[in-house]
């Protein structure tokens, strides 16, 4: 099992930036692909962006691709979603996930975290 916790969400202005990270404690932080996810008051939880074991592929929703940057330090046990060009759409809880599948992206993680809250006001 792995233990994922969030942090780094807060409020930003549209154009703005914010890095959310996610720490994982537990089994062995590389045996798993790493994924965010968001939801938006109101409606379901979607993907966003996943990166796989080692951090060599990524892949976006296409709502922030060329904006959000997913990485990885599996010495620190962190995943990071770089957040840039932020829109009031961008709005939402953001979760991030754990995934022993190879499918890309991921579709039913194992694993999430509590989630962080990401404002972005127009």
């Known amino acids: 099992q792995v233990q994922l916790s969030e942090s780094g969400g807060g409020s930003v202005q549209a154009g703005g930036s914010l890095r959310v990270s996610c720490t994982g404690r537990g089994r062995t932080f590389s045996d798993y692909a790493m994924g965010w996810f968001h939801q938006a008051p109101g409606k379901e939880r979607e993907f966003v962006a996943h990166i796989t074991r080692r951090g060599s592929t990524t892949y976006y929703t296409d709502s922030v691709k060329g904006r959000f940057t997913v990485s990885r330090d599996n010495a620190k046990n962190t995943v990071y979603l770089q957040m840039n060009s932020l829109k009031p759409e961008d709005t939402a809880v953001y979760y991030c996930?754990?995934?022993?599948?190879?499918?890309?992206?991921?579709?039913?993680?194992?694993?999430w975290g509590q989630g962080t809250q990401v404002t972005v006001s127009s």
């Open positions: 996930a754990a995934s022993t599948s190879y499918v890309i992206p991921m579709k039913t993680p194992s694993y």
